[in-house]
Every structure is written in structure tokens, then in C-alpha cells.
């Protein structure tokens, strides 16, 4: 499906073309910008998506054309030569090359307790009864070969946060926890997907690090009554319907000092990882309240703690 970017050439003059110049009006057939690709690419205008509490609007970008390529290894464009170009650079182990230029990443790493190339020291947290199972976090200290994972990790991650599917990026990286092969479908979760990533993390035998790419709705400060601040994800909007309509909630709890939260607000555009607790809790909304057969909501609650500030990548 190819990357989403700002700027094309026009096919007939060469000139180059950006999403603001669509935005005006500017109208013509396009190509990659990059020289000796001719990929073909069409524009997307920027639309507005609803959320549970509000409306955000997802920027313009140019895209890939149904059934065409980027120019492999002359264009960054490329899925394929970006994958090559993060495995070149990551360390053997990490991004492990298998067979017929495909990868290996193996998620274990990014939670291993003792005995690893990771130093761990619990840190201390006590939840409030509101706190749904959150559970204590780890601060670690990264060193040797972990820390090259979380880059690399960060680095495929963004590559996916850029394409508009699983597909192409799973046709080139496998993913696997504790020998087990973990589908992209079940490990990365745009916000469409985030109830599928409820059902997942509550059925599954195996508790693995899964992704979320979404928008900050709230972050919370940390204060006498929880010692972490966390950040809260826009849920999706759902019309209610029947007796009781499934709402995913996510939030993060920040386990590491070095997140610098001042970077983070309402609104920004994220990447976020870690392992799953889930629990759920119904709640009628006021204007359905004294009403002879009320709708509730059936909130999915998942929360994570963000040990590495590298867990989380402000895209």
C-alpha cells in the first residue's frame, strides 16, 4: 500500500507538488518525488473522523496508487528497502534476518525480568480502588543489546504507523514471543481495531507486548492519590445501540522519570506499546438516566505501564 507523504512530483512537468498546493486546488497527475521512481501516487484530502467525546480532522497526504511500487532500493519510500535499511543498521540479533530477505523480531525482550541485558528495580506504587488491576511498574535501566531492540523496535514501528495496513510490512517481519509467531493483526491496533485488541488480551494464554497507534485525549498528572501520571487515548465513536454498546478505554501509566511529559498533550499523534491488563465496567450515561429502557455503555478498560520512555513515539 506504500508509505503516506507529503510531497509528489507532477508526471507531466516534474514540478514538485505538496499537499497544500492540492489544498488550493491544484489538480493533475502525480508521482513519487524521489529520482527514478515513478510510482504513481493520489491525493488524499484531509476529512474529519468522530471520536467518543470529540471530532478530529486527519491531515492530507499523498498515496501510493492501487497495484503500484515504490522503486526498490532507489526509493525511501520503499517498505521493503526501509525495512533493509533499519535491519542493516540494528544489531544481527535484533532484527534477525531468516530467509528470502524476510525478518525476525523476537518481542520477549522488551520485558524480561533478571538475568538479562536489562537491570530492573520494582518500583514501589499502591493503586486506589478506581485503578482497574494496574499492577507495579518496572523502571529500567537500558544497556547493551535492550536497548538496541526498543530502537529498532520504535523504528519498525513508525515504518507501520506511515502504511495504511498490516499487510505489506507483515510480508517482511515476523513477529514472535516465547517462540510463538504473533500476527501483526494482533500485536499493532489502529483505533478501529481497539476492542478487537480487548478480546485479544483477555483471551489470550500468552500476555505480549501489543501497539497502539492513536491521539492523546487527556494526560493526567500524577498527584497524592496515584504517584504516576498517564495518558489517556481517544476512544472510538460508537452509536449506542440495545440494552448495553462495547466502548474501548485505553491508558497508560508512566513508570519512567525520563518521559519528558512536556512534550505530550492533547491531541498529539502517538505510538504506544506495552503489555496489557484488562478489566470492564458499565456505566449509563446522564441523558439516558430515568429513561424507561436506558442504553448503557460497557467501557473495555486496558491499561499498561510505560517503563521506557522509548514505549512511547510522538509521531
Known amino acids: ?8 512530483k507532477e508526471k507531466s512537468t516534474g514540478n514538485e507538488i505538496t499537499v497544500k498546493d492540492c489544498e488550493k486546488g491544484h489538480d493533475g497527475e502525480y508521482i513519487c518525488k524521489t529520482d527514478g521512481c515513478n510510482a504513481h501516487m493520489s491525493f488524499v484530502k484531509a476529512h474529519e473522523k468522530r471520536r467518543l467525546d470529540k471530532t ?10 492501487s497495484n503500484d511500487k515504490h522503486a526498490y532500493k532507489v526509493c525511501p519510500y520503499n517498505t521493503k528497502g ?5 535491519a542493516r543498521d540494528s544489531d544481527s540479533n535484533v532484527l534477525k534476518a531468516i530467509e528470502n530477505e524476510k525478518y525476525q523480531f523476537n518481542l520477549q525482550v522488551l520485558h524480561k525480568d533478571k538475568n538479562t541485558q536489562e537491570k530492573i528495580t520494582e518500583a514501589n506504587s499502591k493503586t486506589s480502588a478506581d485503578e482497574f488491576s494496574a499492577q507495579k511498574g518496572k523502571v529500567y535501566t537500558r544497556s547493551g543489546t535492550a536497548s538496541s ?3 529498532t523496535l520504535t523504528q519498525v514501528l513508525t515504518l507501520r504507523a506511515q502504511l495504511e495496513d498490516n499487510k505489506e510490512l507483515a510480508s517482511l517481519v515476523t513477529l514472535t514471543y516465547k517462540n510463538t509467531k504473533i500476527k501483526w493483526s494482533n500485536f ?24 497502539f497507534h492513536g491521539v492523546i485525549s487527556k494526560v493526567v498528572d500524577s498527584s497524592k492519590k496515584f504517584k504516576y501520571a498517564k495518558f489517556k487515548l481517544h476512544s472510538p465513536y460508537i452509536e449506542l445501540e440495545g440494552e448495553s454498546t462495547d466502548i474501548p478505554s485505553l491508558e497508560f501509566i508512566i513508570a519512567d522519570d525520563s518521559l ?16 496489557i491488563k484488562v478489566s470492564s465496567g458499565d456505566w449509563v450515561p ?6 424507561e429502557e436506558p442504553k448503557s455503555i460497557r467501557f473495555l ?14 509521531l
Open 188 to 211: 499493532y491496533f489502529e483505533i478501529d481495531s481497539y476492542i478487537d485488541a480487548f478480546e485479544i488480551a483477555k483471551n489470550s494464554a500468552i500476555h505480549y507486548p501489543m501497539c
Open 82 to 86: 526501509a525495512v533493509e535499511i533499519i
Open 286 to 291: 446522564p441523558e439516558q438516566r430515568g429513561l
Open 1 to 8: 500500500m506504500g508509505v503516506k507523504i507529503s510531497t509528489v
Open 260 to 275: 519528558d511529559l512536556n512534550a505530550f498533550s492533547a491531541g498529539a499523534e502517538v505510538l504506544i506499546y506495552g503489555v
Open 149 to 151: 531492540y526498543i530502537k
Open 56 to 65: 478530529i480532522e486527519i491531515p492530507s497526504f499523498f498515496k501510493l496508487k
Open 301 to 314: 478498560n486496558m491499561s499498561a505501564w510505560v517503563n521506557h520512555a522509548e514505549q512511547v513515539t510522538k
